[in-house]
């Protein structure tokens, strides 16, 4: 027999990612590509959604206030941290659901190195039995062992069988928000020479009260091109944004852009009225509400829920913030959940979160 009529053999090297029914309780992941952030990455993060806070875009504005020189973007992290969970996490994603108990560690700098790992909390089969909701703890560690992102987050991931048997459920307690004590403020951090011109704002801790609103006036076209790059910047592999041959064949017909997108251009929007806010210093829930897709614009509006002084610090305090993201609808008029308790139908993220800002005392 001639090697070109030779029937090919199957392989099993290749990694088709974990489907729902492939996951348990306690499972551990160590993901592989660890990644080595540099000055390129922050000026693609910046190209990709025009993020303007000064502590990330100034060696001389963060010298000022007592750090080395200028850390990368909170969500540049965020981005790069579960990117790295994805081949194991979400690869088969139908969604990314929400976050809890996020909290951001030691700063960022350009020649850091990033890994991750993640352990599996809880599980939770659909009705519909194609698909089921995974809960992890996912931790971001730089080459020094030192923790720079630890999480929860749940995403529905298809079944490969519907009729796979599959663990009994697990639903995880999570806290319904981090305590501003225990945000970290980096160490070295003095805000005596925090330049507000230079930052862009007068506006203080003490400026902002409980219940304020704030709409940040712009919006951000979302392109494809520019989620799918940001999918591959981030070496976020999951089908659902990437393939869109395979998109057609969803409910969607389309592929979903990446909420984690979405999410950094609320930040970048925000700093119309919180250009202060030097750091997002936790996630205390947040949900991907509906999804968007390329040609979508993004607007945002937040609410202050709490602001909260920190242990022996008089420099600086902490915001808590809503922050709501809504596509092709500016949000002049607060779009938001409704009496009956259901979302507006052009809002696509709503976000709970704390904020550093320097205060009046420093």
Same mark, same amino acid.
């Given at each position: 027999?001639?090697?070109?009529?030779?029937?090919?053999?199957?392989?099993?090297?290749?990694?088709?990612?974990?489907?729902?029914?492939?996951?348990?309780?306690?499972?551990?992941?160590?993901?592989?590509?660890?990644?080595?952030?540099?000055?390129?990455?922050?000026?693609?993060?910046?190209?990709?959604?025009?993020?303007?806070?000064?502590?990330?875009?100034?060696?001389?504005?963060?010298?000022?206030?007592?750090?080395?020189?200028?850390?990368?973007?909170?969500?540049?992290?965020?981005?790069?941290?579960?990117?790295?969970?994805?081949?194991?996490?979400?690869?088969?994603?139908?969604?990314?659901?929400?976050?809890?108990?996020?909290?951001?560690?030691?700063?960022?700098?350009?020649?850091?190195?990033?890994?991750?790992?993640?352990?599996?909390?809880?599980?939770?089969?659909?009705?519909?039995?194609?698909?089921?909701?995974?809960?992890?703890?996912?931790?971001?560690?730089?080459?020094?062992?030192?923790?720079?992102?630890?999480?929860?987050?749940?995403?529905?991931?298809?079944?490969?069988?519907?009729?796979?048997?599959?663990?009994?459920?697990? &639903?995880?307690? #999570? !806290? @319904?928000?981090?305590?501003? /004590? *225990?945000?970290?403020?980096?160490?070295?951090? +003095?805000? $005596?020479?925090?330049?507000?011109?230079?930052?862009?704002?007068?506006?203080?801790?003490?400026?902002?009260?409980?219940?304020?609103?704030?709409?940040?006036?712009?919006?951000?076209?979302?392109?494809?091109?520019?989620?799918?790059?940001?999918?591959?910047?981030?070496?976020?592999?999951?089908?659902?944004?990437?393939?869109?041959?395979?998109?057609?064949?969803?409910?969607?017909?389309?592929?979903?852009?990446?909420?984690?997108?979405?999410?950094?251009?609320?930040?970048?929007?925000?700093?119309?009225?919180?250009?202060?806010?030097?750091?997002?210093?936790?996630?205390?829930?947040?949900?991907?509400?509906?999804?968007?897709?390329?040609?979508?614009?993004?607007?945002?509006?937040?609410? &202050?829920?709490? #602001? !909260? @002084?920190?242990?022996?610090? /008089? *420099?600086?305090?902490?915001?808590?913030?809503? +922050?709501? $993201?809504?596509?092709?609808?500016?949000?002049?008029?607060?779009?938001?959940?409704?009496?009956?308790?259901?979302?507006?139908?052009?809002?696509?993220?709503?976000?709970?979160?704390?904020?550093?800002?320097?205060?009046?005392?420093?």
């Amino acid at each position: 027999m001639s090697p070109t009529s030779m029937s090919p053999k199957s392989t099993s090297k290749t990694n088709n990612g974990n489907f729902f029914e492939d996951f348990r309780v306690g499972q551990e992941f160590h993901h592989a590509t660890p990644r080595t952030l540099t000055e390129a990455d922050a000026a693609l993060n910046v190209a990709l959604y025009g993020s303007r806070f000064a502590i990330n875009s100034s060696d001389e504005f963060a010298r000022a206030i007592g750090l080395p020189r200028a850390p990368l973007d909170d969500m540049l992290v965020f981005h790069v941290v579960i990117g790295k969970t994805v081949p194991d996490i979400s690869l088969n994603a139908v969604a990314n659901l929400g976050y809890a108990e996020f909290r951001w560690g030691v700063p960022v700098y350009p020649g850091d190195t990033l890994s991750s790992k993640s352990t599996v909390l809880g599980l939770r089969e659909n009705s519909n039995k194609t698909s089921g909701v995974v809960w992890v703890r996912s931790t971001g560690v730089n080459q020094k062992g030192e923790m720079v992102l630890d999480y929860v987050r749940w995403v529905m991931v298809h079944k490969r069988d519907p009729q796979a048997p599959v663990q009994a459920t697990v &639903v995880p307690k #999570t !806290a @319904p928000a981090v305590k501003p /004590e *225990d945000l970290v403020v980096p160490a070295g951090l +003095s805000l $005596a020479g925090y330049d507000d011109g230079a930052a862009g704002s007068s506006h203080r801790w003490e400026d902002y009260a409980p219940g304020e609103r704030i709409d940040h006036v712009s919006g951000i076209t979302l392109e494809d091109s520019d989620h799918m790059f940001s999918t591959r910047l981030y070496q976020n592999t999951a089908r659902v944004h990437f393939d869109a041959f395979a998109g057609k064949q969803t409910r969607f017909g389309r592929r979903l852009a990446y909420g984690g997108h979405v999410i950094s251009l609320m930040r970048a929007l925000s700093f119309n009225g919180l250009a202060n806010g030097f750091r997002v210093a936790a996630f205390n829930a947040g949900s991907h509400v509906a999804p968007t897709f390329g040609g979508d614009t993004i607007y945002a509006w937040s609410e &202050v829920l709490e #602001t !909260a @002084p920190l242990p022996g610090r /008089e *420099d600086v305090g902490a915001l808590r913030m809503r +922050s709501i $993201a809504a596509k092709d609808c500016p949000c002049g008029e607060w779009p938001g959940k409704g009496a009956d308790g259901k979302y507006h139908p052009a809002v696509v993220l709503d976000l709970d979160y704390w904020l550093l800002m320097p205060r009046r005392k420093a």
